[in-house]
T-cell receptor, first 113, second 116 residues
Framework: DAGVTQSPTHLIKTRGQQVTLRCSPK?????VSWYQQALGQGPQFIFQ???????QRGNFPDRFSGHQFPNYSSELNVNALLLGDSALYLC????????????FGPGTRLTVT | AQKVTQAQTEISVVEKEDVTLDCVYE???????LFWYKQPPSGELVFLIR??????QNEISGRYSWNFQKSTSSFNFTITASQVVDSAVYFC?????????????FGRGTQLTVWP
């Protein structure tokens, strides 16, 4: 049973560029959440997708957007990258989140130069 | 407002010592869930435990145990007879009814180093 997968593993982008990160949830899971983890900090909630809609959003600007596909996989898009966007981006999947535990993927390390 | 505080930034112990990681939380909801996750150097967050606010019974799983006390809003995690493989960052997290569909609020984490 495959766990949560994310791609790519690492990414280097230049300030002002755009980036797309991808996540495939654990088998049987229908909810995907995205978190940003800056160095030395705890993960911060970006947004959550359920039934292909954004259901909740954390305190992140509109430069951060996402999508969920019919197979429950998800993308995180960040436009107009800033140096401060450099972080580990974690995807978590769950079944009917809020009731069951969330399982995290290995993350995508984004470096903005 | 929801908040999780892990006051211990770093802890170092020698193998076989017991160690307790502290977690204090804040929420106005009466229904909420508490979690502990382990983050090894690889970066992936590994789920350890979930407790709901109505179950204050302490839990033991092998060398791991958790002490949940609503009176002090704490959910502490103890590792007995620590091992080098326990070295990681440990995060406490909270999800409450105000955050529908399970948004997690994380503490800043505690870096545990176990020396041989």
């Amino acid at each position: 049973d495959a766990g949560v997968t994310q791609s790519p593993t690492h990414l280097i982008k230049t300030r002002g560029q755009q980036v797309t990160l991808r996540c495939s949830p654990k088998s049987g899971h229908d909810t995907v959440s995205w978190y940003q983890q800056a160095l030395g900090q705890g993960p911060q909630f970006i947004f959550q997708y359920y039934e292909e809609e954004e259901r909740q959003r954390g305190n992140f600007p509109d430069r951060f957007s996402g999508h969920q596909f019919p197979n429950y996989s998800s993308e995180l898009n960040v436009n107009a990258l800033l140096l401060g966007d450099s972080a580990l981006y974690l995807c978590a999947s769950s079944r009917l989140a809020g009731i069951y535990e969330q399982y995290f993927g290995p993350g995508t390390r984004l470096t903005v130069t | 407002a929801q908040k999780v505080t892990q006051a211990q930034t770093e802890i170092s112990v020698v193998e076989k010592e017991d160690v307790t990681l502290d977690c204090v939380y804040e929420t106005r909801d009466t229904t909420y869930y508490l979690f502990w996750y382990k983050q090894p150097p690889s970066g992936e967050l590994v789920f350890l435990i979930r407790r709901n606010s109505f179950d204050e019974q302490n839990e033991i799983s092998g060398r791991y145990s958790w002490n949940f006390q609503k009176s002090t809003s704490s959910f502490n995690f103890t590792i007995t007879a620590s091992q080098v493989v326990d070295s990681a960052v440990y995060f406490c997290a909270l999800s409450d009814r105000g955050s529908t569909l399970g948004r997690l609020y994380f503490g800043r984490g505690t870096q545990l180093t176990v020396w041989p």
